[in-house]
Nanobody, 125 residues
Framework: QLQLVESGGGLVQPGGSLRLSCEAS????????IGWFRQAPGKEREGVSC???????IHGESVKGRFTISRDNAKNTVYLQMNSLKPEDTAVYYC???????????????????WGQGTQVTVSS
């Protein structure tokens, strides 16, 4: 079963950058599309970005032009580069796997299994 571990969160000032990592253990990540999701206190979980097995990318409207998802299958890792961070980006960020084929990807969290434990991102001055 796919097991994922997120890292790279922290405290950053508005306008700053962070890179989150999602690393898989035991099973090769290239069998899955990987999504990043976030949840702020009192809010519903939101789909941020997804990358398919063949590299197709989807980004949510609130992060388009600021966040970039990428994958390095040799390192069994998916990254989320976050630039121009805003206070409203503050949340716990999770990665999750979707067993699919080719270009399949989604920002719908109910389709995903194998969730990581999350990493906190706080954007504040």
């Amino acid at each position: 079963q796919l097991q994922l571990v997120e890292s790279g969160g922290g405290l950053v000032q508005p306008g700053g950058s962070l890179r989150l990592s999602c690393e898989a253990s035991d099973i090769t990540l290239d069998r899955y599309a990987i999504g990043w999701f976030r949840q702020a206190p009192g809010k519903e979980r939101e789909g941020v970005s997804c990358i398919s097995r063949d590299g197709n990318r989807i980004h949510g409207e609130s992060v388009k032009g600021r966040f970039t998802i990428s994958r390095d299958n040799a390192k069994n890792t998916v990254y989320l580069q976050m630039n121009s961070l805003k206070p409203e980006d503050t949340a716990v960020y999770y990665c999750a796997g979707l067993a699919t084929y080719g270009s399949g990807c989604s920002l719908n969290s109910v389709l995903f299994g194998s969730w990581g434990q999350g990493t906190q991102v706080t954007v504040s001055s």
